[in-house]
């Protein structure tokens, strides 16, 4: 049987750290495959807030809604372990984007998984539709691709 292959986009937009906690782990002792989606989610809120957005949107704003997954699982990780979390914004689109993720161990930079999640725009508050993108979640995006142009070119 083939196995999932992701290929994700070159840069960083966003990174985060989490913890490994107990609450996390499976029978294996190891990150739950469900507990690491959980953790997809907090990067994601995380990263919504730096962009001064939110899952739910306001009445003048649309909120988002997670159309699909991909998770591809490449080493365990374990109770009080730190994840880095990089998540980088592609292909958008009229009413979406894509979003991928590379999660890594902090002390170790082991790779533990590669993820993508489609997002969908969504009116939360009048239609309960999708909705298009605004202008201003793209402008955001390029502001803060900008931003780290501008530290990388400083860096020696």
Known sequence: ????????????????????????LNYGNHLANQALLGMLHEARVR????????ELGNATTPGIILADVEIQF???????????????????????????????????????ALAKTS??????????????????FEQAINAIREKHEKIRKQQP
């Open 1 to 24: 049987m083939p196995r999932l292959k992701l290929t994700l986009p070159e840069g960083t937009d966003f990174e985060t750290q989490l913890n490994v906690r107990v609450t996390d």
């Open 47 to 54: 990263f919504l807030a730096y962009l001064n957005y939110t």
């Open 119 to 136: 997002i969908v725009f969504f009116d939360y508050h009048t239609t309960h539709k999708r909705a298009s993108m605004p202008a201003s």
């Open 74 to 112: 490449r080493h365990e990780a374990f109770l009080a372990d730190q994840l880095n979390i990089a998540l980088r914004v592609d292909q958008l689109n009229r009413v979406g984007f894509d979003l991928y993720y590379r999660v890594s161990n902090v002390a170790d930079q082991t790779e533990i």
